[in-house]
Nanobody, 115 residues
Framework: QVQLVESGGGLVQPGGSLRLSCAASGFTMDYYVMSWYRQGPGQQRELVASITTSRITNYADSVKGRFTISRDNAKNTVYLQMDSLKPEDTAVYYC?????????WGQGTQVTVSS
């Protein structure tokens, strides 16, 4: 079964850090562009960060300098290191894999930034 499973979300205080993980199964992640999206309350889903098969990264302006995306193809896993978290980072974070016409979404993990 082709799927992505996110983990690592939770409640954190402003200024804190979290590391999200996304484990792929049923397919080899090596040939896929991997991305993290998020959807805050009452908001549209937006791209947070992406990493290509050549490890070229791209970030939303709102997270540049605070978030880092990385991939470990040997573990079939992609990560999102989130530092200096702000309340406006509160959202459900989704992992997404894309290759040509094929795409896979994870089920999402909740991140809440609050004191």
């Amino acid at each position: 079964q082709v799927q992505l499973v996110e983990s690592g979300g939770g409640l954190v205080q402003p200024g804190g850090s979290l590391r999200l993980s996304c484990a792929a199964s049923g397919f080899t992640m090596d040939y896929y562009v991997m991305s993290w999206y998020r959807q805050g309350p009452g908001q549209q889903r937006e791209l947070v960060a992406s990493i290509t098969t050549s490890r070229i990264t791209n970030y939303a302006d709102s997270v540049k300098g605070r978030f880092t995306i990385s991939r470990d193809n040997a573990k079939n896993t992609v990560y999102l290191q989130m530092d200096s978290l702000k309340p406006e980072d509160t959202a459900v974070y989704y992992c997404y894999a894309r290759r040509l016409a094929a795409n896979v979404w994870g089920q999402g993990t909740q991140v809440t930034v609050s004191s």
